[in-house]
């Protein structure tokens, strides 16, 4: 299949550490295999830019693509991604939302006087995001994946289970031998409670109003609750993690009351 090549590329690193993926200078095939590709993975996000929204419309269920247009960058059609993915490139995740983001390096804005509120409408509807000026500041819109699904809830989800599997796997290297008994699976639990709680920290699992804790809860299934095979061949699958997205303000209306 001509789509072969690149998901054989996206095949042999997609568990090397990166999260994003954008296709340069694809055709139309390949960006909708990778778009399908990560999908089913249901880990990473892939970014995709277009000057025409009608473009990204095959892909609307998507939840772990993204789409960015913006119509008159005909020159530098590949810009856009790449420039919002610059600008947090730096920041902790659960630290930035992906709306409401301005000081794009090498991105023009839409138009300032061309480029109206009501124009949004079309790219809101297909959950497509760009870069316009409201009031007078240049700003990104939507923060939204093409299925709806806003990118750093996604984001936060990835964070969260690539950072547990590497906790998980440095508290086995850390101990000679884990014993399949309550010890050892607190070891595991203790390790996920780590990660749940930096994720809090860090802004991508809510605080409790009340408490001022974490929503973050691992469960740990004790041996007796476990299958007798699982527990044969020394395969402990009793860890869940459970937790309310952080979340952010991205927009809102103000009532404004004049007593006469």
């Known amino acids: 299949m001509a789509t072969d090549n690149i998901i054989s590329a996206l095949k042999s690193c997609y568990h090397a550490g990166w999260e994003i993926v954008i296709p340069i200078d694809a055709t139309d095939d390949e960006v909708s295999a990778v778009s399908n590709f990560v999908e089913a993975q249901g880990e990473n996000i892939c970014f995709l830019n277009g000057t025409d929204i009608s473009k990204f419309a095959p892909l609307a269920s998507n939840n772990r693509t993204a789409g960015w247009s913006l119509p008159q960058d005909d020159e530098n059609g590949n810009v856009l991604a790449a420039s919002v993915v610059g600008r947090v490139g730096s920041l902790t995740v659960g630290g930035y939302d992906w709306a409401n983001l301005t000081g ?12 109206q509120q009501g124009q949004m409408t079309p790219y809101s509807q297909a959950n497509v995001n760009t870069y316009y000026y409201a009031e007078g500041t240049p700003l990104t819109s939507g923060g939204k994946m093409l299925g709806g699904q806003f990118i750093d809830i996604l984001q936060g989800v990835d964070w969260i289970v690539k950072h547990g599997r590497k906790a998980l796997v440095e508290a086995r290297a850390k101990n000679p031998k884990l014993p399949f008994d309550a010890i ?16 809090s920290e860090n802004g991508i699992a809510a605080m409790d109003d009340t408490t001022n804790k974490t929503t973050a ?6 041996r007796d609750n476990l299958s007798a095979t699982d527990v044969k061949n020394r395969l402990y699958n009793g860890l869940s993690i459970e937790y309310t997205p952080a979340s952010s303000i991205d927009g809102g209306t103000v009532q404004i009351i004049m007593d006469l």
């Open 104 to 115: 794009l390096a090498d991105v023009t804005p839409q138009d300032r006087l061309g480029f």
């Open 184 to 199: 050892g699976i607190n070891v595991l639990r203790s390790a996920l409670e780590g990660v749940c709680s930096t994720a």
């Open 217 to 222: 809860k691992v469960s740990a299934l004790s």
